[in-house]
């Protein structure tokens, strides 16, 4: 009994022993084999080399991905004694040689006695496509989605069995999707019946973007009959996504630019739509709050940089209070005396634009000046199939509130009470004891000061020179005639239809042609609505 | 009818300013041909051309004052007519040029050969003879000046909106014409002149030929507007301009009243520019911007709106001061420019001329209220004397 149990033992310590020596010797003869195939890399022409890579790749073992990965780099060398493979990094003239299987540095050589072996793109691609297969088994899921997307990008039908193998592994769902893609990309191209085609078709199609639309015109070209209908389908079909998407970011652009009319005229609606003053100078206070803000930022890049990222945040207020001083002067030295002369105002403050660019350009030169981004306004992101940049992003965010806080003052504080009730009449509103001039220094001022903030939103966008308000003041003028003198409301519809408008003209007739149709369009509307989109209603306007 | 149309128009102030302006197109480039160069009254060539380039601007005020001053429409446009006579002149002159441009092409202007066209465009054709060019000097703005003056005045816009719509006409029709496919010249606009009517455009006589016929299209536009405004139709142009409503419920078609002065005028500034172009040597889109009409406008207003010499006077005052200003401290042309459109509006709102024709009325009164006082004295103290 005891010595059949002894026996026992024995022989399945045998038959272990047996299968480690098997098992070990296996594993040693196919690291011997895989040196011999990387040192095969250094022989031949780049077609050699490239069918050695291919050899590589069908074994399967990750532990080649290091070679191949140097081979691509152009890292891989081949010591000319004795013909081995190294892989490489320079060090102090001298390069210093790494084992391709181990990893381990092994010595160093002068560069003179090693051979670099040459790629060309062809054999780039070569080595990508292995490598894509390669790693699509790495057990990192990050590795795993970029060797996907490689394949997906340059699909080879001998490719198609590794994707095959790795998507029914596959347990992650974004690898998986993408790996999915991949296959049919990689179907497309192999010899496999058309039924199976026709699905990856399908899956491609479904995938859209411009990726497939570039896989699928290079099946077009090379496809029979039976699969033409099909992909010109799935093109179509990926065209109409495209165009989809393409008018997405056109209204987008659209609210942009939107945003952007919105706060140059929002003041406007104030100083012309709410007091009628036909302020010409409404420009220049866009641009000296954008001044204002380059000489906060300058002050802080001198003296205190740490606080870059708030720059806008302080030059926010002072741009209201220097640019509603500006106003409040401009209101009680010269508008006062000209109320109920409106042409007389426009030409008034027309000098008063003209002494501003002047005093502006006297002061900080006639060049642009630099406004900076701060972090966290500069940078895009992806939104489908959108890019979304940060700094139009926080404009529109920004015009918005501005809208909404002056909405709030007009309607629900008593000073906006009064605004509102000095513009609806005078009189009424002087024996109800609101004193006139003051409500209407301080709205002319409100009026500016609004302007000079969004020089400060504009200052992110545009270029910071004497003219920069220029730019701006015919532009105002149509959004708040076309959305209707006096209401606020319709300034911000005004604003962004104007925007859209205008984004969805430029692609079919060019930046400045759509420009000029918004134009004759806004000229056209107003023969057709003298008094904009949002007309007040009464005898008032007669007036 | 013509004549008493002409008599009606010949008031002391016109009579005097057209003699004037008449005589200096026969004296200035007479002192420019026939003096000798030191000669202490030479005036040289290019004040000739300086001045027959204010005298066109005079014309562009005067236009601008027939609707401003006379109608109330506040036209921030009238640069785009002026430019657009520009234009037309230019058009011309470029086919002059023939085979003569860098390029050689006898028929394709310059610009078109680099730009690689191949053929003539089609609103190029007839620009190679005078009358037609001259034509199209008046047609263009006038054409222009009806379909937009016919939209915006059938639909009662007026006062300020009025004023901005024209702002963005001449906006559209600046931004227009930089294209380089509008086949206008795109940036560079139209230059490089060699002949006008066969004469060397730069020559001596043709300088003063052109200040000759500046001044006498002033003076002809002078005795047009004036008499325009002393007539009937005149009267009631005011009455639009002071009470548009009134005169709609007395029964005249205001809008009609109104489209033909702006018509008038924009076919005015197009002959000013047409004048304009072959003294200074080019047209370009700059010509279109909004901010040159609105100059014109303070030329206007200096003057004295409301007044014929009014905005002649203004323009070259102010034109003359530029010239002076920008050479000698052109830092502060702009503040000058500036500080006059607010001066003039707070404290001179009629003008030089209106301000002046304004206190002569009022010593005339006075003196009138004298005499009146002194004669009823005289009759009061009769019956005294002869007690």
Known sequence: MLMRLAYRSL???????????????????????????????????????????????????????????????????????????????????????????????????????????????????????????????????????????TLLRAPSADALEQVETALAAETDGRV???????????????????????????????????????????????????????????????????????????????????????????GLAITFGVMGIINMAHGEM???????????????????????????????????????????????????????????????????????????????????????????????????????TWNRLWIIVFALAVFAALLFLLKKTPMGLQMRAVTQNRRMASSMGIRTPWVDALTFALGSGIAGIAGVALSQIDNVSPNLGQGYIIDSFMVVVFGGVGNLWGTLVGAFTLGILNKFLEPYAGAVLGKILVLVLIILFIQKRPRGLFALKGRAVEA | MITSFLLKSFDRTIVIAVAVILGLALIVPALNLLTAPDHPLHVPTYLVSLFG???????????????WGFCGILSLGHAAFFALGGYAMGMYLMRQIGARGSYGNPLLPDFMVFLNWKELPWFWYGFDMFWFAALMVVLVPGMLAFVFGWFAFRSRVNGV??????????????????????????????TDFKDILGFNIQAQGTRAALFAASAVALALSLILTSGMV???????????????????FLGYRVEHFKLFAFTISAMMAGVAGALYVPQVGIINPGEFDPANSIEVVIWTAVGGRGTLIGPIIGAVLVNGGK?????????????????????????????????LQGWRARRKEYRKAAADEAARGQTAAEPVAAE
């Open chain 2, 323 to 355: 010239s002076v200003f920008t050479a000698a401290f052109p830092e502060f042309w702009l503040f000058a420019l500036g500080g006059l459109f607010v001066l003039v509006t707070l404290f001179l709102p009629k003008g030089i001329v209106g301000t």
């Open chain 1, 286 to 388: 866009v641009m000296l709050g954008a001044y204002t803000t380059f000489v906060v930022q300058e002050v802080i890049r001198t003296s205190f940089p740490g606080l870059f990222d708030w720059s806008l945040a302080i030059a926010l207020p002072l741009a209201f209070l220097v640019t509603g001083a500006v106003g409040l002067a401009i209101e009680r030295g010269i508008i006062r005396f000209l109320y109920g002369r409106p042409l007389e105002t426009l030409l008034a403050t027309w000098g008063i634009s003209l002494i501003l660019q002047q005093a502006v350009r006297t002061i900080f030169g006639p060049t642009n000046r630099e406004v900076g981004n701060p972090s966290w306004m500069s940078g895009a992101f992806e939104l489908g199939g959108l890019t979304i």
């Open chain 1, 176 to 266: 998986k999707t993408v790996l999915e893609r991949a296959r049919a990309a990689a179907l497309l191209v192999s010899d496999r019946p058309d039924g199976e085609k026709k699905a990856a078709i399908a899956i491609i199609g479904k995938a859209g973007g411009q990726d497939s639309l570039s896989l699928l015109s290079a099946a077009l070209a090379s496809a029979d009959d039976t699969l033409k209908p099909d992909i010109e389908a799935a093109i179509a079909d990926i065209q109409d996504r495209q165009a989809l998407w393409a008018a997405g970011q056109n209204v987008w652009y659209g609210l942009s630019l939107g945003s952007v009319l919105l706060l140059a005229a929002i």
């Open chain 2, 230 to 248: 002393r007539s009937k139709y005149g009267k009631i142009l005011v009455g639009v301009r002071d009470a548009e409503s009134r005169t709609r």
């Open chain 2, 161 to 190: 909106y009025l004023s901005i719509i024209t702002q963005a006409m001449t906006f559209a029709l600046l931004l227009a014409f930089f294209r380089n496919d509008m086949g206008f010249g795109g940036n560079n606009g139209l």
């Open chain 1, 11 to 149: 022989q399945s310590l045998l038959v272990t022993f047996c299968l480690f020596i098997t098992v070990f010797a296996t594993d040693l003869r196919a690291e011997d084999d895989l040196r011999a195939m990387i040192n095969a890399l250094g022989e031949g022409n780049f077609s050699q080399t490239a069918k050695q890579v291919e050899a590589l790749a069908k074994t399967g073992d990750p532990k080649i991905v290091p070679a191949l990965e140097a081979l691509a780099a152009g890292d891989l060398y081949q010591r000319k004694s004795d013909k081995q493979v190294f892989l490489t990094k320079s060090s102090a003239g001298n390069l210093v040689l790494i084992d391709p299987l181990s990893g381990e540095e092994v010595g160093t050589e002068a560069s003179g006695a090693l051979a670099k072996i040459k790629v060309n793109n062809s054999l780039r691609r070569t080595v990508r496509a292995a490598l894509g297969g390669l790693t699509l088994m790495s057990p990192d899921a990050g590795v795993r989605l970029q060797a996907a997307q």
């Open chain 2, 53 to 67: 380039k204010y005298l066109t601007y005079a014309l562009l005020a005067l236009a601008l004052d027939l609707v």
